[in-house]
Structures are given as C-alpha cells and as structure tokens.
C-alpha cells in the first residue's frame, strides 16, 4: 500500500527547539485585568518564550513590550487580535452563538460582522462568519485559530465543516465555563468535546491543527483566588530560531503539539510510525493514546516512548498523552492518503 503523507510537520528533525507559548492572551487594553507589562511580564517569568496578545478588536503594540522583555533566542511578544464575532440565533438558549476566531500575527484589526448600527448581523451563519473572518485575518497576514467552540454550546461540526485546511483548531482552553469536554443535557441535547469536533473535521480531510491555550484575562484577580490564572494549556512549537516569523512558519505546517502539563522531548512522525518520547516527571506513569479516522482508537501504550506502527489505512494518526494525574499532550496528525 502507498501512503503519502500529505500533513509532515518539522517532527523527527535533528536539533530541535521547543518553544512553549500561548496563543490566547488578554489583557486591559481588552477585558483582561492587567496591562500588557504585567501579562508579557508573567509569560516571561514563568518559562514561556513567546506569547501571543489577542484582544477584542485591538491590536496592542507589541515594539515596546519586545524592547522591555523581549530577548533572542529567549522571548518574543507576537502581536494578534481575537475577532469577537457572535451570531444571533433566538432558537439558541442564550439568543447569540459565539464564533470567535483568533487572528495570530496580524498586522491591522478585523471588526467582526454587525449591522450598520454596530449591532449583531442578523442572517449570517457561524459558517458563513467563519468563511469571513478567517479570510480576513490571512488578508491582514495573521494565522486563524478557532476559539472555544463549546463556550456556550455555540458551534456544532455543521459549522465547521467549510473551514479551510491549516488552521488552528483550539481543543483546550484553560478558562473557567468552556465545556471542552462537551456533554449531554437533561434533554438528551449532545454537544461532543472539542477534541471531538476536531476529529470530525481531520475525518473529513480537513488539514487542522489542534490548540491548548489559555485565553487568560485574570491576573490580578487571580491573587484575589476568585478566577482561573494563566499557565494552564499552551503549545510547544518546534522552530529553528525564536522570531516571530518562524513561529508563524511553524504554526502553519503543525510543527507543535499542545500540553495541559505533560511535557514531550521528541515526536517522530513518518508514513510508517509515530514515536513519541515523553519527559517523565517524578514517579508519574503515562498512557498514551494513538487515534484515527473518526476519533477510532488504535492503541493504548502504557511508559515513556510509546510507538505506533502506521498500517496506511487509518486516515490520520494523531496521539493523547495523558499522565496519572490527569494532565494532557496532544500531538497533531500524521494525515494518510491511500
Ligand atoms: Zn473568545
Ligand atoms: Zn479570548
């Protein structure tokens, strides 16, 4: 059997770099509580190398923060907006779904679609938002990743499945209320994980990378212990420099994975395995999951270097991680083609 390996991020290369970040980051030029000094400042000292600022239709200025904090091959701040877009739909509970979309790397702020009046579009579906805001954010030279879509049990795979290929696909935000593990009501209403949604979407051929990340707005509140803090989710991207740049090169072929906390040392991906060596911590035990076409599971291995063999009719092979205390790798697929 041929396979070609249509998705090969920059895994198995000699001399890597991981680079830990966050691509979802708020601070008081938006509705986050502290300012942009005080955000970079807690990335910075808490063992990221980059982070990315995201605010509701803003674009922070990130020169400054990279004079103060920025440091080569140590630090960079990467400038980047959220697209605030909600849809109104009175047959959902809260009358409004939320199709919010990152832009990462952008150079000018995208409004989200409203009326003349600065309200809501009416009319307008979250796919049809999507297509819209997605286009806008590659014409202002960002990358797009899709945001939280079980907040509000807001977007279903019929809203996604028009999505371009290589974007971001966020399965992990750290935030209080996100429902990343989906669920059923008392109705029997059943909204499936994000990590399920992304699997339907790499069923479908669909070239997505998948996103853990913080959408921290809380740090002086956090002192406060009322709201959830940042360094929950982020990613651990493989480049051969720290710039921004080849963050973003790196973001669009996939060379990363996103962690709540299990740390990886290598992932070698071809057309005939996926060996993942993991970075053990204390007397933690692992087990890791390797998944296919239709979120199927291939195997479950148990250590530190677990190993798939590829059979090449699986679709795609992507593998979970998860620690014995519930913290969590994703790698992202190897996608296969008969
Ligand atoms: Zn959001
Ligand atoms: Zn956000």
Do not use: C, H
């Given at each position: 059997m041929l396979c070609v390996l249509l998705a090969q991020p920059l895994l198995g290369q000699t001399a890597p770099r991981w680079y830990r970040g966050n691509t979802h980051t708020h601070t008081i030029n938006a509705d986050g509580d502290a300012s942009p000094d005080v955000v970079v400042r807690w990335y910075r000292e808490h063992g990221y190398q980059f982070v990315v600022i995201t605010e509701h239709e803003f674009l922070t200025d990130v020169a400054p923060l990279n004079g103060i904090f920025g440091a080569p091959g140590r630090f960079v701040v990467m400038s980047g907006q959220e697209v605030t877009q909600y849809v109104v739909d009175s047959a959902h509970p809260s009358g409004r779904r939320q199709a919010h979309v990152n832009g990462i790397g952008t150079t000018r702020v995208v409004m989200p679609l409203r009326d003349p009046a600065g309200r809501p579009a009416r009319g307008v579906s979250v796919a049809e938002s999507y297509a819209r805001n997605i286009a806008a954010i590659r014409a202002a030279a960002g990358i797009a990743q899709i945001n939280h879509p079980n907040w509000t049990w807001s977007v279903r795979v019929s809203d996604?499945?028009?999505?371009?290929?290589?974007?971001?696909?966020?399965?992990?935000?750290?935030?209080?209320?996100?429902?990343?593990?989906?669920?059923?009501?008392d109705a029997g209403n059943v909204a499936p994980s994000s990590e399920s949604l992304w699997d339907s979407l790499l069923t479908r051929g669909k070239v997505v990378w998948g996103v853990a990340s913080d959408d921290s707005h809380d740090f002086l509140r956090l002192e406060e212990g009322r709201e959830k803090?940042?360094?929950?989710?982020?990613?651990?991207?493989?480049?051969?420099?720290?710039?921004?740049?080849?963050?973003?090169?790196?973001?669009?072929?996939?060379?990363?994975?996103?962690?709540?906390?299990?740390?990886?040392?290598?992932?070698?991906?071809?057309?005939?395995?996926?060996?993942?060596t993991i970075q053990r911590r204390g007397d933690n035990?692992?087990?890791?999951?390797?998944?296919?076409?239709?979120?199927?599971?291939?195997?479950?291995?148990?250590?530190?270097?677990?190993?798939?063999?590829?059979?090449?009719?699986?679709?795609?092979?992507?593998?979970?991680?998860?620690?014995?205390?519930?913290?969590l790798a994703w790698t992202q697929p190897v996608v296969l083609r008969k």
């Open positions: 996604l499945v028009q999505l371009p290929d290589t974007l971001l696909f966020e399965i992990w935000n750290g935030q209080a209320g996100i429902q990343n593990l989906g669920g059923t009501d803090g940042p360094g929950r989710a982020w990613i651990m991207v493989r480049a051969d420099t720290l710039t921004s740049d080849a963050i973003m090169t790196a973001l669009a072929r996939g060379a990363f994975y996103a962690s709540t906390g299990v740390l990886l040392s290598d992932v070698a991906a071809s057309d005939t395995a996926m060996t993942i035990r692992y087990r890791t999951r390797f998944i296919g076409r239709g979120g199927r599971l291939l195997a479950d291995v148990p250590g530190t270097r677990p190993r798939y063999r590829v059979r090449g009719d699986e679709g795609y092979v992507r593998a979970v991680i998860t620690d014995s205390n519930g913290l």
